[in-house]
């Protein structure tokens, strides 16, 4: 029997997508055996095992096969290395175990491929050896993947930290970049994390082909610069495959019923701007008291997910505490009672694909995280861009210079956001005309996903592409 595995990290935003790629190609080709490796983080969230735990009971046509825990050494513990360098030293102890785990179902499967996270690059290295072709799957976007093609070139042209850098960066088919907005853990070259991302991109080349989740109308430019191979100008370029958007359909917390969804139905359609910031990020309280005021003040009606405070300082993560937060205690005196008519705040998690399809929703806060752009995209609301951490300053340049589906939200040097500028963004997104022009440009949008996903569609004639090269390797 001819089987597919793939390796995600262990972080929602990557998995999501992941899931739901196996998902479409086992609906075009569902005599395919698939595979799934399944690693936990050393620095593990709840929302992160809980849904890997309901993965395998409600996804019975795929098979997971738990990796080996790993026990961080005490000297890394102690250490102060980043979560994506932790990660990193993860995926490292992981390989003996894939190798073996890959032995072990060839016994019984022909693979056809091993595709791989673009965090996981480096274990092409692992389908080298057992001559089997290695895909890289990139769960953010075109442009993303072009700065992670082009890094090597980059490191090469500049012998500073982009963080020192203070200049535009040129790469190919993305609008010109800040160095200081380019991905958190590449700021800084002396961070374990860079070198590892450098390495990964080193070894990207060697890869059967590229599977990106985006769609030919949302990043012409960038998807143009990587096929015609200028991100790899000492290279030639693998096959590439854009089959976005592949959004979610299940809710990763099976809160599909959730009191918002009624708190929605209630109000005037489009009037609502909806504030969430991903599977991890999470503010300071001075930080939530600040948005409160900035949300009261504004003339809009308002559906904010809050999160306990940052118990990561480093990163904006919410690490480890996912526990209810006490919202009286946090927010301004008063706050929730005041806006009881026009607002609506939810603790940790709401089914936010639901809520961005919701009519009454007319406009998104977002953190920048690829799957919420995408799901705002397919649902055709337009983002007001906050980003926290990973490539999200990179997404914000993106999503407000080349694709226009977004305003821009200033924060200070610290990343400090004021009241007044929460207050002027969800108004100008709402009520201005240069709001309405970004709500215009994200409709046009919304019907080219739809678009790009019909039987000649760009996306799905990619797949047919993919399955083909995916046959041809055994
Ligand atoms: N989500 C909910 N409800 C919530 C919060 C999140 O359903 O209350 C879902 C959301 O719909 C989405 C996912 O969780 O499907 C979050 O994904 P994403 O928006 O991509 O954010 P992250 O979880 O932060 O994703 C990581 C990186 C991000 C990157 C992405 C894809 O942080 O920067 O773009 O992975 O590689």
Redesign the pocket.
Known sequence: MEAIVLYPVP????L?STIELCKLILTHNPSLSVHILITIAPYDTSSTSHYISTLSTTLPSITFHNLPTFQLPPTLLSSSLNHEALLFHLLHHNHPHIHQTLLSISKTHTIQALILDILCSQSISIASQLNLPAYIFC??SASTFASFLYLPTLHHTYDKCFKELNSFLDIPGVPPMPSRDMPKPLLERNDEAYQHFLNCAFAAPKAAGFIINTFEALEPRSIKAISDGLCLPNSPTSPLYCLGPIV?TT??KNTSDHECLRWLDSQPSKSVVFL?F????VFSKEQLCEIAIGLEKSVVRFLW?VRNPVTDQKHNLALGSQEDPDLDSLLPEGFLNRTKEKGLVVKN?????EVLKHDSVGGFVS?C????VL?AVCAGVPLIAWPL????RF?RVVLVEEMEVALWMHESESGFVAATEVEERVNELMESERGKRVRNRVMVLKDEAKASLMEDGSSHVALNKLLDSLKSQV
């Open positions: 972080l929602i935003g990557h999501v769960s953010a979610t809710d990763q969430c991903g599977s991890l990020g997910v998690w709401v089914p936010q694909v953190h995280g690829w799957n919420s799901e951490y990973a490539e999200q997404n």
